[in-house]
């Protein structure tokens, strides 16, 4: 009798752990995270734009093509 009891409760907690306990995911790879990038000037006309989004060539930053071949 004490024995079906026991089992009748740990089948219980089993349940409970494993479907009423689990914990919250985050959702990290949902989330905009912001994240600071260098920024550097445009050898031509000084703006300043992020270097992912710059334009090198010899060794210089461009902000455009336009400013690359120098409109």
Same mark, same amino acid.
Request: contains cysteine; glycine residues 6%.
């Given at each position: 009798?004490?024995? %079906?009891? *026991? #089992?009748?409760?740990?089948?219980?907690?089993?349940?409970?752990?494993?479907?009423?306990?689990?914990?919250?995911?985050?959702?990290?790879?949902?989330?905009?995270?912001?994240?600071? %990038?260098? *920024? #550097?000037?445009?050898?031509?006309?000084?703006?300043?734009?992020?270097?992912?989004?710059?334009?090198?060539?010899?060794?210089?930053?461009?902000?455009?093509?336009?400013?690359?071949?120098?409109?």
């Amino acid at each position: 009798m004490i024995n %079906e009891i *026991l #089992v009748v409760l740990v089948v219980i907690a089993i349940v409970y752990f494993l479907f009423m306990k689990r914990p919250a995911v985050k959702n990290d790879s949902k989330k905009t995270e912001q994240k600071s %990038e260098d *920024l #550097v000037a445009c050898h031509t006309c000084g703006t300043y734009t992020s270097i992912s989004e710059s334009i090198i060539k010899g060794g210089e930053y461009y902000c455009s093509q336009e400013c690359l071949e120098g409109k």
